[in-house]
Each structure stands twice: as structure tokens, then as C-alpha cells.
């Protein structure tokens, strides 16, 4: 195991449902991450968080809301998703240096999401 | 900007057999650069990575990589292939003096190994 848990492992939700998926890094990092993988398609990063702060944003939808109480927590909140947003989402940590030097990032085991 | 290029979506090898799986990357200035493998339903778990010194990395499960600055690729290398080796793997990069301050994934080689 890396250190990082997500819950749950798999989602089944209908687009009118909202849900919310769960990251805890127990590896005492100062950054968070969540990706996208869909088939056939390179990760997609979707938000990052150093310090607790939002960093990043690459233009995600706003269905998709983040949420990153301490560094050890991230979650991200569902609502009225489509079913072209069924994929894997992957949460990760890393260490990220003040200078911004950014230490390796280790992966959760990701969220099956299918959106009906 | 920074990218990076997987060239082949699938390679098949014979175990016990040498295998390869190549990447080749774009940065303006200097690469950090990292394999990751992902095996089915879990997540992507950190092989290896270049961040400067040698060009010959050595990482996880007997993996190298072997950093060649002139052809810009960083190509995934196991001398004996294991039917346990397959998966899917992903190179990463990050340009240590651009602008962009996250990772770049390529799209993945599926990598099979025969019996």
C-alpha cells in the first residue's frame, strides 16, 4: 500500500444524486491531487492543493467541487454528473518544498465512479 | 510546455525475454521524470524517477530507466521480463524551469508478457 486511501472503491450514482468521494494520506504531505483516468486517454489533473490552499484548477466543471479540510484529507463533491464523467478518479500526495521542488507523487487506488 | 509521448499503446513480450517500453519527452529547460505501473483496479503505484546525476536509473521489481538528454527519452528497461510485469505503464515529466508546475502524464502502454 502507498500511504493514500480513497473510499469508496466503487460508485454507482444517477446524475441527479449527489455524492462525494474521500482521499486520506497518512504519509505527512503538504499537497493533494485528484485525476481523472478515462480509457484511452492520458490522466487528466483536476485539482491540486498545497498547504490546504487551492492551487490549480484545470477548468473542471463545476459539478465537481473540491473540498481539503487539512493536508491529510481531500474530498471531492458530486452533483448532477454526466455519464461522459464515468471514469477512475484517481486521488494522490506529495511533498512540495517552499522553493516549489515537487517530491514524487504516490497514488491512491482510485474511485470507480459510473454515472447512469 | 511540457509533454510527454508514449509512442506504442501495446507491447507484447515472451517471459524471460528483455523488454522496453519507450517515452520520449518535451521541456524547455531540464526534466524531472518518473515511471509509474498500474496493475488492473488499483492505482498507480511510483517505479522510478530522474531527477539529475545518473542517466542509468535503477528502480522497483528490477525496472531501470536510462535518461538520454540528446534523444530526449527516458525508456522504461527489465533485462528478464515476468508474466507479473503486466500492466500498464505511464512516463511522467515536469519541467524544472517552466512555468508548468505539475506533472505531465503520456497516455499509457499496455504491457503484456507471454507465458
Known amino acids: 500500500e502507498t500511504g493514500v486511501t480513497q473510499t469508496p472503491r466503487h460508485l454507482v450514482m444517477g446524475m441527479t444524486n449527489k455524492k462525494s468521494l474521500k482521499c486520506e494520506q497518512h504519509l505527512g504531505h503538504n499537497a493533494m491531487y485528484w485525476y481523472k483516468q478515462s480509457a484511452k486517454k492520458p490522466l487528466e489533473l483536476m485539482f491540486v492543493?498545497?498547504?490546504?490552499?487551492?492551487?490549480e484548477n484545470n477548468s473542471v466543471p463545476s459539478r465537481f467541487s473540491p473540498e481539503c479540510p487539512n493536508s491529510s484529507h481531500l474530498f471531492l463533491h458530486l452533483h448532477t454528473l454526466q455519464p461522459e464523467d464515468s471514469a477512475l478518479y484517481l486521488c494522490a500526495s506529495s511533498q512540495v518544498e517552499a522553493s516549489g521542488y515537487q517530491e514524487t507523487q504516490y497514488f491512491g487506488p482510485g474511485t470507480r465512479l459510473l454515472v447512469l | 510546455a511540457q509533454s510527454v509521448a508514449q509512442p506504442e499503446d501495446q507491447v507484447n513480450v515472451a517471459e524471460g525475454n528483455p523488454l522496453t517500453v519507450k517515452c520520449t519527452y518535451s521541456v524547455s529547460g531540464n526534466p524531472y521524470l518518473f515511471w509509474y505501473v498500474q496493475y488492473p483496479n488499483r492505482g498507480l503505484q511510483f517505479l522510478l524517477k530522474?531527477?539529475?546525476?545518473?542517466?542509468l536509473v535503477k528502480g522497483s521489481y528490477g525496472f531501470e530507466a536510462e535518461f538520454n538528454k540528446s534523444q530526449t527519452s527516458f525508456h522504461l528497461k527489465k533485462p528478464s521480463a515476468l508474466v507479473s510485469d503486466s500492466a500498464l505503464y505511464f512516463c511522467a515529466v515536469r519541467d524544472k524551469g517552466g512555468s508548468a508546475r505539475q506533472l505531465t502524464f503520456g497516455s499509457g502502454t499496455q504491457l503484456t508478457v507471454l507465458p
Open positions: 492543493y498545497n498547504f490546504k490552499e487551492q492551487t
Open positions: 530522474y531527477i539529475t546525476g545518473d542517466n
